[in-house]
Protein backbone atom coordinates (compact mmCIF):
# COMPACT_ATOMS: atom_id res chain seq x y z
CA UNK A 1 0.00 0.00 0.00
CA UNK A 2 3.15 2.50 0.18
CA UNK A 3 1.56 4.51 2.98
CA UNK A 4 -1.63 5.17 1.27
CA UNK A 5 -3.96 6.81 3.51
CA UNK A 6 -7.76 5.19 3.40
CA UNK A 7 -10.22 5.51 1.47
CA UNK A 8 -13.95 6.59 2.71
CA UNK A 9 -16.59 5.07 0.35
CA UNK A 10 -19.98 6.29 0.81
CA UNK A 11 -22.72 4.03 -0.51
CA UNK A 12 -26.15 5.14 -1.25
CA UNK A 13 -29.23 4.01 -2.67
CA UNK A 14 -32.62 3.91 -2.18
CA UNK A 15 -34.19 1.01 0.08
CA UNK A 16 -34.12 -2.41 -2.22
CA UNK A 17 -31.83 -1.07 -4.70
CA UNK A 18 -29.08 -3.28 -3.55
CA UNK A 19 -27.08 -1.47 -1.67
CA UNK A 20 -26.55 -4.29 1.79
CA UNK A 21 -25.78 -7.08 -0.70
CA UNK A 22 -23.32 -4.44 -2.68
CA UNK A 23 -21.94 -3.48 0.84
CA UNK A 24 -21.80 -6.83 1.79
CA UNK A 25 -20.21 -8.41 -1.41
CA UNK A 26 -17.70 -5.67 -1.61
CA UNK A 27 -16.34 -6.41 2.39
CA UNK A 28 -16.43 -10.39 0.80
CA UNK A 29 -13.64 -9.34 -1.93
CA UNK A 30 -11.41 -7.29 0.25
CA UNK A 31 -12.07 -7.92 4.21
CA UNK A 32 -10.04 -5.23 5.42
CA UNK A 33 -12.16 -2.90 4.08
CA UNK A 34 -13.89 -1.74 7.65
CA UNK A 35 -17.59 -1.48 7.75
CA UNK A 36 -18.30 1.86 9.70
CA UNK A 37 -21.08 0.95 12.72
CA UNK A 38 -23.91 3.17 13.23
CA UNK A 39 -24.81 4.58 16.84
CA UNK A 40 -28.92 4.50 16.74
CA UNK A 41 -31.66 5.23 19.90
CA UNK A 42 -34.11 2.57 18.19
CA UNK A 43 -34.71 -0.78 19.73
CA UNK A 44 -32.53 -3.75 18.63
CA UNK A 45 -34.40 -5.99 15.79
CA UNK A 46 -34.58 -9.53 16.33
CA UNK A 47 -30.91 -11.77 15.41
CA UNK A 48 -29.20 -7.84 15.68
CA UNK A 49 -25.94 -7.17 17.97
CA UNK A 50 -24.70 -4.74 19.55
CA UNK A 51 -21.74 -3.10 17.48
CA UNK A 52 -21.77 -5.35 14.61
CA UNK A 53 -25.32 -3.66 12.79
CA UNK A 54 -25.78 -0.46 15.29
CA UNK A 55 -24.27 0.51 18.58
CA UNK A 56 -27.60 0.39 20.66
CA UNK A 57 -27.64 3.80 22.80
CA UNK A 58 -30.19 5.96 24.99
CA UNK A 59 -31.23 9.69 23.45
CA UNK A 60 -29.25 10.82 26.36
CA UNK A 61 -25.90 9.19 25.57
CA UNK A 62 -26.52 9.25 21.99
CA UNK A 63 -27.22 13.26 22.33
CA UNK A 64 -23.91 13.73 24.64
CA UNK A 65 -21.73 12.25 21.76
CA UNK A 66 -23.74 14.92 19.14
CA UNK A 67 -22.76 18.10 21.80
CA UNK A 68 -18.88 16.42 22.18
CA UNK A 69 -18.50 16.76 18.38
CA UNK A 70 -17.76 12.73 18.32
CA UNK A 71 -20.38 12.33 15.18
CA UNK A 72 -19.53 12.44 11.96
CA UNK A 73 -22.94 12.91 11.09
CA UNK A 74 -26.05 12.10 12.50
CA UNK A 75 -30.19 12.71 11.78
CA UNK A 76 -33.60 11.73 12.90
CA UNK A 77 -35.57 9.29 11.14
CA UNK A 78 -38.84 8.32 12.25
CA UNK A 79 -38.51 9.18 15.90
CA UNK A 80 -34.99 7.85 16.31
CA UNK A 81 -31.71 9.21 16.29
CA UNK A 82 -28.67 7.41 14.20
CA UNK A 83 -24.82 8.72 13.60
CA UNK A 84 -21.67 7.93 12.83
CA UNK A 85 -19.25 7.79 15.48
CA UNK A 86 -16.19 9.61 14.68
CA UNK A 87 -13.51 8.27 16.29
CA UNK A 88 -12.76 4.65 14.60
CA UNK A 89 -13.29 6.49 11.21
CA UNK A 90 -10.62 8.56 11.46
CA UNK A 91 -7.78 6.36 12.91
CA UNK A 92 -8.99 3.59 10.29
CA UNK A 93 -7.97 6.55 7.87
CA UNK A 94 -5.01 7.50 9.18
CA UNK A 95 -3.74 3.52 9.59
CA UNK A 96 -4.38 2.99 5.93
CA UNK A 97 -7.94 1.13 6.25
CA UNK A 98 -10.48 1.78 3.93
CA UNK A 99 -13.92 2.45 5.40
CA UNK A 100 -17.24 1.86 3.59
CA UNK A 101 -20.53 3.97 4.66
CA UNK A 102 -24.16 2.50 3.67
CA UNK A 103 -25.70 5.42 4.28
CA UNK A 104 -28.42 7.42 3.25
CA UNK A 105 -28.36 11.07 1.05
CA UNK A 106 -28.09 13.65 4.44
CA UNK A 107 -25.08 11.41 6.25
CA UNK A 108 -23.51 11.36 3.21
CA UNK A 109 -23.58 15.34 2.77
CA UNK A 110 -22.65 15.54 6.22
CA UNK A 111 -20.09 13.39 5.88
CA UNK A 112 -18.56 15.05 2.89
CA UNK A 113 -18.67 18.18 4.84
CA UNK A 114 -16.67 17.19 8.12
CA UNK A 115 -14.09 15.18 6.53
CA UNK A 116 -11.07 15.60 3.78
CA UNK A 117 -13.04 15.54 0.52
CA UNK A 118 -9.78 13.91 -0.95
CA UNK A 119 -10.30 10.99 1.46
CA UNK A 120 -14.09 10.58 0.57
CA UNK A 121 -15.53 8.75 -2.97
CA UNK A 122 -19.38 8.73 -3.09
CA UNK A 123 -21.29 6.03 -5.10
CA UNK A 124 -25.07 6.09 -6.11
CA UNK A 125 -27.00 3.10 -6.75
CA UNK A 126 -29.99 3.33 -9.04
CA UNK A 127 -32.87 0.77 -9.29
CA UNK A 128 -33.83 -0.21 -13.07
CA UNK A 129 -36.78 0.59 -12.43
CA UNK A 130 -39.23 1.31 -9.44
CA UNK A 131 -41.41 -1.40 -10.19
CA UNK A 132 -38.06 -3.72 -9.91
CA UNK A 133 -37.48 -2.15 -6.55
CA UNK A 134 -41.06 -2.53 -4.81
CA UNK A 135 -40.74 -5.72 -6.07
CA UNK A 136 -37.52 -6.63 -4.18
CA UNK A 137 -39.29 -4.85 -1.21
CA UNK A 138 -42.48 -6.76 -1.09
CA UNK A 139 -40.02 -10.48 -1.48
CA UNK A 140 -37.91 -9.09 1.46
CA UNK A 141 -41.66 -10.23 3.06
CA UNK A 142 -40.60 -8.32 6.62
CA UNK A 143 -43.26 -4.92 6.24
CA UNK A 144 -46.69 -4.73 5.90
CA UNK A 145 -47.93 -2.84 2.61
CA UNK A 146 -48.42 0.62 4.41
CA UNK A 147 -44.62 0.20 5.56
CA UNK A 148 -43.68 -0.57 2.04
CA UNK A 149 -45.76 2.59 0.85
CA UNK A 150 -43.49 4.83 2.93
CA UNK A 151 -40.37 3.32 2.37
CA UNK A 152 -40.87 3.92 -1.53
CA UNK A 153 -41.92 7.70 -0.73
CA UNK A 154 -38.53 7.53 1.31
CA UNK A 155 -36.96 6.01 -2.03
CA UNK A 156 -38.41 8.38 -3.92
CA UNK A 157 -36.40 11.25 -1.75
CA UNK A 158 -33.71 9.04 -1.79
CA UNK A 159 -33.55 8.67 -5.56
CA UNK A 160 -33.86 12.88 -6.05
CA UNK A 161 -30.00 13.07 -4.70
CA UNK A 162 -28.32 11.21 -7.02
CA UNK A 163 -26.67 13.79 -8.91
CA UNK A 164 -24.43 14.71 -5.67
CA UNK A 165 -22.60 11.45 -5.83
CA UNK A 166 -19.14 11.23 -7.88
CA UNK A 167 -20.67 7.76 -9.47
CA UNK A 168 -23.55 6.43 -10.23
CA UNK A 169 -24.60 2.88 -11.04
CA UNK A 170 -27.90 1.39 -11.99
CA UNK A 171 -28.08 -2.24 -10.53
CA UNK A 172 -29.78 -4.16 -13.05
CA UNK A 173 -27.44 -6.96 -12.11
CA UNK A 174 -25.97 -7.78 -9.19
CA UNK A 175 -22.99 -9.72 -10.41
CA UNK A 176 -22.23 -6.51 -12.67
CA UNK A 177 -22.96 -4.16 -10.22
CA UNK A 178 -20.49 -5.78 -7.98
CA UNK A 179 -17.87 -5.53 -10.64
CA UNK A 180 -18.48 -2.36 -10.82
CA UNK A 181 -17.99 -1.12 -7.43
CA UNK A 182 -15.16 -3.22 -6.82
CA UNK A 183 -13.38 -1.45 -10.19
CA UNK A 184 -14.62 1.91 -8.36
CA UNK A 185 -12.33 1.24 -5.49
CA UNK A 186 -9.75 -0.23 -7.12
CA UNK A 187 -9.10 2.78 -9.19
CA UNK A 188 -9.61 5.12 -6.70
CA UNK A 189 -6.64 3.71 -5.08
CA UNK A 190 -4.67 3.92 -8.09
CA UNK A 191 -5.24 7.65 -7.97
CA UNK A 192 -1.77 9.21 -8.42
CA UNK A 193 -3.05 11.42 -5.65
CA UNK A 194 -3.97 8.90 -3.42
CA UNK A 195 -0.45 7.01 -3.55
CA UNK A 196 1.95 9.44 -1.58
CA UNK A 197 4.42 6.40 -1.21
CA UNK A 198 4.97 6.86 -5.01
CA UNK A 199 7.79 9.50 -4.62
CA UNK A 200 9.84 7.13 -2.84
CA UNK A 201 9.59 4.35 -5.69
CA UNK A 202 10.22 6.38 -8.41
CA UNK A 203 13.29 7.83 -6.05
CA UNK A 204 14.33 4.12 -5.97
CA UNK A 205 14.17 4.04 -9.79
CA UNK A 206 16.02 6.87 -10.22
CA UNK A 207 18.90 5.65 -8.01
CA UNK A 208 18.90 2.85 -9.91
CA UNK A 209 19.73 4.35 -13.20
CA UNK A 210 22.43 6.50 -11.83
CA UNK A 211 23.80 3.24 -10.44
CA UNK A 212 23.58 2.04 -13.95
CA UNK A 213 24.94 4.48 -15.96
CA UNK A 214 28.07 4.78 -17.33
CA UNK A 215 28.04 0.84 -17.66
CA UNK A 216 27.87 1.15 -21.22
CA UNK A 217 28.78 4.34 -23.66
CA UNK A 218 25.84 5.64 -25.33
CA UNK A 219 25.09 5.42 -28.72
CA UNK A 220 25.17 7.49 -32.09
CA UNK A 221 21.87 6.38 -33.89
CA UNK A 222 18.95 4.14 -32.67
CA UNK A 223 15.27 4.03 -33.33
CA UNK A 224 12.57 5.64 -31.64
CA UNK A 225 10.68 4.39 -28.46
CA UNK A 226 7.63 4.96 -29.33
CA UNK B 1 -24.13 3.43 -22.41
CA UNK B 2 -27.35 5.81 -22.52
CA UNK B 3 -25.87 8.92 -24.62
CA UNK B 4 -22.11 9.17 -22.99
CA UNK B 5 -19.65 10.80 -24.79
CA UNK B 6 -16.40 8.57 -25.59
CA UNK B 7 -13.57 8.64 -23.04
CA UNK B 8 -10.24 9.49 -24.45
CA UNK B 9 -7.86 7.16 -22.67
CA UNK B 10 -4.09 8.12 -22.45
CA UNK B 11 -1.43 5.37 -21.84
CA UNK B 12 2.13 6.34 -21.25
CA UNK B 13 5.30 4.21 -19.76
CA UNK B 14 8.57 3.57 -20.51
CA UNK B 15 9.81 0.95 -23.15
CA UNK B 16 9.67 -2.17 -21.35
CA UNK B 17 6.75 -1.90 -18.88
CA UNK B 18 4.60 -3.55 -20.33
CA UNK B 19 2.44 -0.62 -21.97
CA UNK B 20 1.70 -2.24 -25.38
CA UNK B 21 0.79 -5.77 -23.43
CA UNK B 22 -1.64 -3.83 -21.62
CA UNK B 23 -3.09 -2.13 -24.41
CA UNK B 24 -3.79 -5.37 -26.64
CA UNK B 25 -5.63 -6.84 -23.40
CA UNK B 26 -7.78 -4.00 -23.04
CA UNK B 27 -9.18 -4.50 -26.45
CA UNK B 28 -9.26 -7.81 -26.27
CA UNK B 29 -11.51 -7.13 -23.00
CA UNK B 30 -13.35 -4.69 -25.04
CA UNK B 31 -12.95 -4.74 -28.59
CA UNK B 32 -15.17 -1.67 -29.10
CA UNK B 33 -11.97 0.36 -27.58
CA UNK B 34 -10.45 2.05 -30.76
CA UNK B 35 -6.52 2.12 -31.11
CA UNK B 36 -5.29 5.80 -32.12
CA UNK B 37 -3.28 4.48 -35.15
CA UNK B 38 -0.26 7.24 -35.45
CA UNK B 39 1.01 8.98 -38.65
CA UNK B 40 4.75 8.60 -38.78
CA UNK B 41 7.95 9.56 -41.54
CA UNK B 42 9.78 6.71 -40.86
CA UNK B 43 10.25 3.58 -42.71
CA UNK B 44 7.84 0.70 -42.16
CA UNK B 45 9.69 -2.27 -40.55
CA UNK B 46 8.96 -6.16 -41.62
CA UNK B 47 5.62 -7.12 -40.51
CA UNK B 48 3.54 -3.50 -40.30
CA UNK B 49 0.60 -2.73 -42.26
CA UNK B 50 -0.18 0.72 -43.20
CA UNK B 51 -3.19 1.70 -40.77
CA UNK B 52 -2.56 -0.59 -38.61
CA UNK B 53 0.79 0.11 -36.65
CA UNK B 54 0.64 3.26 -37.88
CA UNK B 55 -0.01 5.82 -41.23
CA UNK B 56 3.29 6.05 -42.95
CA UNK B 57 3.66 9.41 -45.11
CA UNK B 58 6.32 11.42 -46.25
CA UNK B 59 7.71 14.28 -44.82
CA UNK B 60 5.74 16.86 -47.16
CA UNK B 61 2.12 15.21 -46.33
CA UNK B 62 3.03 15.23 -42.67
CA UNK B 63 4.04 18.54 -42.35
CA UNK B 64 1.09 19.95 -44.82
CA UNK B 65 -1.30 17.99 -42.26
CA UNK B 66 0.25 19.70 -39.00
CA UNK B 67 -0.32 22.66 -41.03
CA UNK B 68 -3.48 22.19 -41.82
CA UNK B 69 -4.13 21.50 -38.01
CA UNK B 70 -5.50 18.41 -38.36
CA UNK B 71 -2.79 16.61 -35.88
CA UNK B 72 -4.09 16.34 -32.55
CA UNK B 73 -0.26 16.26 -31.45
CA UNK B 74 3.01 15.49 -33.16
CA UNK B 75 7.02 14.95 -32.28
CA UNK B 76 10.32 14.38 -33.64
CA UNK B 77 11.97 11.31 -32.35
CA UNK B 78 15.35 10.51 -33.38
CA UNK B 79 14.75 12.09 -36.92
CA UNK B 80 11.66 10.88 -37.76
CA UNK B 81 7.89 12.78 -37.28
CA UNK B 82 4.80 11.06 -35.18
CA UNK B 83 1.69 12.48 -35.00
CA UNK B 84 -1.94 11.34 -34.11
CA UNK B 85 -4.27 12.24 -36.95
CA UNK B 86 -7.41 14.56 -34.97
CA UNK B 87 -10.20 13.97 -37.43
CA UNK B 88 -11.00 10.07 -36.22
CA UNK B 89 -10.69 10.18 -32.54
CA UNK B 90 -13.04 13.81 -32.16
CA UNK B 91 -15.67 11.40 -34.28
CA UNK B 92 -15.01 8.22 -32.01
CA UNK B 93 -15.23 10.18 -29.08
CA UNK B 94 -18.87 11.94 -30.01
CA UNK B 95 -19.87 8.66 -31.21
CA UNK B 96 -19.62 7.80 -27.33
CA UNK B 97 -16.68 4.86 -28.73
CA UNK B 98 -13.32 5.27 -26.58
CA UNK B 99 -10.17 5.48 -27.84
CA UNK B 100 -7.09 4.10 -26.38
CA UNK B 101 -3.34 6.23 -27.12
CA UNK B 102 -0.74 4.40 -26.35
CA UNK B 103 1.40 7.13 -26.53
CA UNK B 104 4.88 9.16 -24.62
CA UNK B 105 4.68 11.55 -21.83
CA UNK B 106 5.37 14.61 -24.80
CA UNK B 107 2.00 13.23 -27.07
CA UNK B 108 0.20 13.38 -23.37
CA UNK B 109 0.55 16.48 -23.03
CA UNK B 110 -0.67 17.91 -26.25
CA UNK B 111 -3.44 15.62 -26.47
CA UNK B 112 -4.89 16.74 -22.78
CA UNK B 113 -4.23 20.63 -23.65
CA UNK B 114 -6.36 19.89 -27.11
CA UNK B 115 -9.02 18.20 -26.26
CA UNK B 116 -11.75 18.74 -23.17
CA UNK B 117 -10.26 17.85 -19.86
CA UNK B 118 -13.36 15.72 -18.78
CA UNK B 119 -12.99 13.44 -22.10
CA UNK B 120 -9.60 12.79 -21.22
CA UNK B 121 -8.27 9.83 -18.21
CA UNK B 122 -4.50 9.53 -18.47
CA UNK B 123 -2.45 6.22 -16.94
CA UNK B 124 1.25 5.28 -16.35
CA UNK B 125 2.53 2.22 -16.08
CA UNK B 126 6.20 1.93 -13.79
CA UNK B 127 7.93 -0.55 -13.96
CA UNK B 128 8.60 -2.44 -10.58
CA UNK B 129 12.24 -1.89 -10.96
CA UNK B 130 15.12 -0.24 -14.03
CA UNK B 131 16.76 -3.87 -13.73
CA UNK B 132 13.25 -5.77 -14.37
CA UNK B 133 12.59 -2.51 -17.49
CA UNK B 134 16.43 -3.53 -18.67
CA UNK B 135 15.38 -7.81 -18.85
CA UNK B 136 12.28 -7.11 -20.28
CA UNK B 137 14.34 -4.72 -23.18
CA UNK B 138 16.83 -7.56 -23.57
CA UNK B 139 14.61 -10.69 -23.77
CA UNK B 140 13.01 -8.42 -26.81
CA UNK B 141 16.54 -9.64 -28.46
CA UNK B 142 15.14 -6.99 -31.01
CA UNK B 143 17.67 -4.21 -30.36
CA UNK B 144 21.84 -3.95 -30.17
CA UNK B 145 23.58 -2.96 -26.53
CA UNK B 146 23.71 0.43 -27.68
CA UNK B 147 19.95 1.38 -28.53
CA UNK B 148 19.33 -0.77 -25.16
CA UNK B 149 21.39 2.37 -23.63
CA UNK B 150 19.24 4.96 -25.65
CA UNK B 151 16.31 3.59 -24.81
CA UNK B 152 16.86 3.22 -20.99
CA UNK B 153 18.07 7.20 -21.23
CA UNK B 154 14.84 7.69 -23.34
CA UNK B 155 12.90 5.41 -20.42
CA UNK B 156 14.61 7.56 -17.42
CA UNK B 157 13.28 10.85 -19.30
CA UNK B 158 9.79 9.35 -19.96
CA UNK B 159 9.49 7.59 -15.88
CA UNK B 160 10.00 11.75 -14.86
CA UNK B 161 6.53 12.69 -16.16
CA UNK B 162 4.99 10.37 -13.92
CA UNK B 163 3.31 13.34 -11.67
CA UNK B 164 1.39 14.76 -14.82
CA UNK B 165 -1.38 11.43 -15.28
CA UNK B 166 -4.42 10.74 -13.37
CA UNK B 167 -3.50 6.98 -12.60
CA UNK B 168 -0.17 5.05 -11.78
CA UNK B 169 0.20 1.66 -11.44
CA UNK B 170 3.52 -0.79 -11.30
CA UNK B 171 3.31 -3.34 -13.20
CA UNK B 172 4.97 -6.02 -11.23
CA UNK B 173 2.57 -8.93 -12.18
CA UNK B 174 0.67 -8.01 -16.02
CA UNK B 175 -2.78 -9.99 -14.71
CA UNK B 176 -2.66 -7.98 -11.98
CA UNK B 177 -1.91 -4.81 -14.21
CA UNK B 178 -4.52 -5.63 -17.02
CA UNK B 179 -7.43 -6.11 -14.15
CA UNK B 180 -6.40 -2.16 -12.30
CA UNK B 181 -6.46 -0.92 -16.04
CA UNK B 182 -10.03 -2.54 -16.65
CA UNK B 183 -10.97 -1.10 -13.29
CA UNK B 184 -10.00 2.40 -14.16
CA UNK B 185 -11.61 2.47 -17.40
CA UNK B 186 -14.91 1.03 -15.85
CA UNK B 187 -14.82 3.41 -13.02
CA UNK B 188 -14.24 6.21 -15.67
CA UNK B 189 -17.34 5.25 -17.61
CA UNK B 190 -19.53 5.52 -14.07
CA UNK B 191 -18.79 8.97 -13.30
CA UNK B 192 -21.74 10.69 -13.07
CA UNK B 193 -20.53 13.39 -15.04
CA UNK B 194 -19.74 11.28 -17.98
CA UNK B 195 -23.36 9.91 -18.48
CA UNK B 196 -25.78 12.41 -19.16
CA UNK B 197 -28.38 9.74 -20.10
CA UNK B 198 -29.01 8.93 -16.13
CA UNK B 199 -31.28 12.16 -16.29
CA UNK B 200 -33.69 10.59 -18.58
CA UNK B 201 -33.47 7.41 -16.28
CA UNK B 202 -33.97 9.56 -13.01
CA UNK B 203 -36.87 11.02 -14.74
CA UNK B 204 -38.38 8.14 -16.02
CA UNK B 205 -38.20 6.54 -12.48
CA UNK B 206 -39.89 9.70 -11.52
CA UNK B 207 -43.01 8.95 -13.91
CA UNK B 208 -43.10 5.82 -12.43
CA UNK B 209 -43.53 7.02 -8.72
CA UNK B 210 -46.23 9.31 -9.62
CA UNK B 211 -48.23 6.76 -11.69
CA UNK B 212 -47.52 4.32 -8.25
CA UNK B 213 -49.09 7.21 -5.82
CA UNK B 214 -52.41 6.80 -4.90
CA UNK B 215 -52.46 3.13 -5.57
CA UNK B 216 -52.01 2.94 -1.46
CA UNK B 217 -52.83 5.35 1.16
CA UNK B 218 -50.17 6.42 3.36
CA UNK B 219 -48.98 4.86 6.34
CA UNK B 220 -48.58 6.90 9.56
CA UNK B 221 -45.96 4.93 11.56
CA UNK B 222 -43.14 2.78 9.90
CA UNK B 223 -39.44 1.62 10.78
CA UNK B 224 -36.93 4.28 9.13
CA UNK B 225 -35.18 2.99 5.76
CA UNK B 226 -31.60 2.70 7.42
Redesign the interface.
Known amino acids: MRGRRGLLIILSS??GAGKSTLARRLREWDPEIQFSV?ATT?APRPGEVEGREYYFRDRATFQKMVEDREMLEHAE??G?L?GSPKKSVVEALKQGIDVLFD??WQGGQQIRNSLRAEDTVSI?V??P???EL?RRLLTRGQ??????????????D??SH??E??????NSDIDRAT??V???V???R???SR?PG?IE??R???S??EE?SGE???????????
Chains 1, 2 share one sequence.
Do not use: C
Not at 165 to 170: F, K
Not at 216 to 226: F, G, V
Open positions: PSSRVFNYIDFLPSIAEDRGEVIDKRMARSREIWAYDYVLVEERAITAELKRQLLVDLNEFRHAPAEDSPPNR
